[in-house]
């Protein structure tokens, strides 16, 4: 199993451990009733089982009702908190599978601010894992940073001021709920698969032009010849 806590990868935990599979001497669905919080909750689960057991703790988490997301934010924040190195941590967030790359981004960037790691060593680390520079800073932002400090740690990893500002952009389209925003469903910014304004039809149109129908010329009579005239 990989483990997160001492900097190896988790990768698919979220899909590979099964519930029967029980973090020894912790019952995290007690632990989160009784007023844990869910890092605390995974802290006392990671240490209960020697940290071994990532899975684990993550199949209760689920079963308990936490989201992947913030399932995801606890794990790197017990992995900051221990010394973990934000590349590996966002290596391993980035392998989780059914986790969009602004997602990891997202939950790593809560848990770096919340352990005292710089928001522009979470872009650099997500750049350097293969994530395009929007999607980093888009992650970033969803974090809940602002835009001051989202921008100025964009900067500070290399990122250019537009792509900068499209990233924060492309976090507030995706929280107002635009599935076309840069980054997501795969397609380009404001898109969904045709020109902008257009849904097959001429640009700024909605429905198809009316045709133009040109007016029927009628046929002229046959010609009389002289000798048929009255």
């Known amino acids: 199993m990989r483990k997160l ?5 988790l990768a698919a935990a979220f899909t590979t451990a099964s519930a029967e599979d029980a973090v020894n001497g912790s019952d995290i669905a007690a632990n ?4 844990m919080s869910v890092q ?8 209960a089982c020697g940290g ?11 079963a308990a009702g936490v989201s992947v997301a913030d399932a995801m934010t606890a794990a790197a924040s017990v992995a900051f908190a221990s010394g ?12 989780v599978e059914g986790v969009s790359q602004a997602d990891a981004v997202a939950a790593v960037s809560s848990a770096a601010t919340a352990n005292g790691v710089s928001l522009s060593s979470v872009i650099s680390a997500a ?8 999607v980093a800073v888009q992650g970033a932002s969803a974090s809940g940073a602002d835009t001051a400090t989202v921008t100025a740690a964009a900067l500070a990893a290399g990122v250019s001021p537009d792509v900068a500002s499209a990233g924060i952009a492309s976090a507030a389209a995706t929280a107002a709920g635009n599935p076309n ?7 380009a910014p404001g898109l969904a698969g045709n020109t902008p304004g257009q849904n097959g039809t001429a640009p700024g149109q909605t429905t198809n032009p009316t045709p133009i129908v040109l007016p029927t010329v009628p046929t002229p009579p046959p010609a009389i010849s002289p000798a048929n005239r009255g």
């Open 5 to 9: 806590l001492t900097g190896i990868l």
């Open 32 to 35: 989160l009733a009784s007023g």
């Open 40 to 47: 605390e909750a995974y802290a006392a689960a990671s240490a």
């Open 52 to 62: 071994g057991c990532d899975a684990d703790i993550m199949a209760q988490m689920q």
């Open 84 to 95: 973990a190195d934000v590349n590996a941590v966002m290596a391993a967030a980035l392998s």
């Open 127 to 134: 750049s350097a894992a293969g994530v395009p520079s929007i």
């Open 181 to 187: 925003a840069p980054g997501q469903n795969g397609t």
